[in-house]
């Protein structure tokens, strides 16, 4: 029974969620073999105040070029 946990920013939209649920489990099927009816992927949204990245939190202000 695979089971992904994807971690991302807050701010996907409830029809990208539902894309990223249907590609993790078209890659697991294709890659791995994996019986779709028991995978399992969940998707869980920080705040951008909660994730940080190059020793800084991701809703800092970006210098160009340095973080997306």
């Known amino acids: 029974m695979p089971y992904v946990n ?3 920013t807050k701010g ?6 539902a894309e990223i649920v249907k590609e993790f489990t078209a890659t697991l ?5 994996k019986n779709p009816e028991t995978t399992h ?3 869980q949204e920080i705040e951008r105040s909660d994730w940080g990245h ?3 939190l991701v809703d800092e202000p970006r210098e160009a070029g ?3």
Do not use: Y
């Open 41 to 43: 992927i969940v998707i």
């Open 29 to 33: 099927v294709r890659v791995l073999g």
């Open 6 to 8: 994807l971690q991302i």
């Open 12 to 17: 996907a939209s409830r029809e990208q969620k």
């Open 54 to 56: 190059a020793g800084a």
């Open 66 to 68: 340095k973080r997306e």
